[in-house]
């Protein structure tokens, strides 16, 4: 077998051409296209507003810009296409054709070709932004300050601006073993802050927001929150569980209850509640009429065109009452027809069974005076308990000829 053989020079020439291959396929990957946004007139957030004002909705086509500060984003799913900035004249929803690319504290520039400025339920917003086509970011870690002002200064001139709470507390009603949201849900949750005052602003966060499940902080303290408006209502949205620091003293006449029972669960006996009776006629739960649009508890002796005559009572569980110094029992009531008095009782005997069995002392407290009108029963005093374990009893009583229809609500015991 014979090897061929080429001359030096030729073996030269031969590996030129791959050289020239080789140095244009390197020159491609070094120098990717570029595309360039241009800016054209700038805009402030007030003055798309003003727009809006003149013109009603404004579709930009020409090159125009506006330049802003993200001040919320989408890690915690809060927020959902829903991004918020603010410049020096205020702030402004961005509603995003895709989730993600935004972040607290992004500078950014945003070219307004192809989105329209139109409110929804009176919040303005910059629609149809695709951050890919519209966003130019300018720096990153630029974080807006959130302006600190007190509940009854909120404004609807505020919205989507950062502010910052003092002093304020979620109302004991969501406090005492509410959640953020509704884990699993698929909408969105209201709950309701509040000062010492009783001024008070809806706080909403998502179902799907990945802290939904977490209990509200239960103390006072502050908050940083994105300012929101639907129709005529006030909103907040919080921006990160970090920058919540409720951990301090409740306001006075605020403190959530020692023990409670609110029937928001649709259960009469839920929470160890247990009743006795010596008919058909039990406590159950409704709506209709509902003081704050949560469930109640119901208890009526009329039934298929008659009154029952009857004895039945809602029995609480055993209650401690050994670590108080003062504590207070407290509902509502509310009723309509003609009969007996709903009537509270406490015993320190009770363990079971027939209410008969055990000693029973009787509570002033104040009922409705019927008409559905719903009415606190004013501080009842347990101070006298507070070396016992109690049971706390409501006893209703129907004859053959009356019986009013009882509602009762907001159980609690507040104490010290």
């Known amino acids: 077998m014979h090897r061929m053989t080429f001359p030096s020079a030729f073996r030269t020439l031969l590996f030129l051409p791959l050289l020239a291959v080789l ?3 390197e020159k491609d990957l070094d120098t990717p296209t570029t595309r360039t946004i241009p800016t054209g007139q700038i805009y402030t957030i007030q003055d798309l507003k003003n727009m809006y004002d003149t013109l009603g909705d404004v579709r930009f086509t020409g090159d125009a810009s506006v330049y802003a500060t993200v001040i919320n984003d989408e890690l915690d799913g809060n927020f959902y296409k829903n991004i918020y900035v603010q410049d020096a004249t205020g702030g402004i929803c961005l509603r995003l054709l895709n989730s993600g690319g935004l972040y607290v504290g ?8 192809g989105t329209v400025c139109r409110p929804y339920q009176n919040l303005m917003q910059l629609d149809s932004v695709s951050v890919d086509n519209n966003v130019v970011k300018q720096a990153t870690l630029r974080y807006v300050q959130p302006r ?3 509940i009854d200064e909120i404004t609807p001139d505020m919205q989507s601006t950062l502010i910052r709470l003092d002093s304020v507390e979620f109302i004991a009603a969501d406090a005492a073993g509410s959640t953020w949201a509704t884990a699993g849900g698929s909408s969105s949750t209201n709950r309701t802050i509040e000062d010492c005052n009783g001024n008070q602003v809806l706080v909403r966060s998502s179902d799907y927001s990945n802290y939904a499940a977490q209990p509200l902080p239960q103390g006072k303290g502050s908050m940083v929150a994105v300012v929101g408006v639907f129709g005529s209502t006030l909103q907040l949205y919080n921006r990160s569980l970090a920058e919540v620091n409720m951990t301090g003293p409740r306001c006075p006449g605020q403190e959530l209850p020692f023990f409670g029972k609110n029937f928001n669960d649709g259960s009469a006996t839920s929470g160890g509640w247990t009743q ?3 008919t058909t006629v039990l406590w159950t739960t409704n709506t209709v009429g509902s ?4 469930p109640y508890g119901q208890i009526k002796n009329y039934v298929n065109g008659a009154n029952i005559p009857c004895e039945t009572w809602l029995i609480s569980p055993s209650i401690n009452l050994t670590t108080t110094t003062a504590p207070i029992l407290s509902f509502i009531t509310g009723c309509n027809y003609t009969g007996a008095n709903l009537q509270v009782f406490v015993s320190t005997d009770y363990t079971s ?4 069995s055990a000693t029973w002392t009787s509570l002033p407290a104040a009922v409705s005076p019927g008409a559905w009108t719903w009415t606190s029963s004013g501080a009842l005093s347990l101070s006298s308990y507070i070396s016992s374990n109690v049971h706390i009893g409501f006893k209703y009583t129907g004859t053959s000829a009356d019986g009013k229809t009882w509602e009762l609500d907001d159980i609690k015991i507040l104490a010290q």
């Open 291 to 294: 003081n704050d649009g949560t």
């Open 353 to 356: 069974g027939a209410p008969a």
């Open 276 to 278: 006795w009776s010596d």
């Open 23 to 25: 140095a244009g396929c």
């Open 106 to 113: 992004d500078s950014i520039r945003i070219y307004l070709p």
């Open 148 to 150: 600190v002002v007190t």
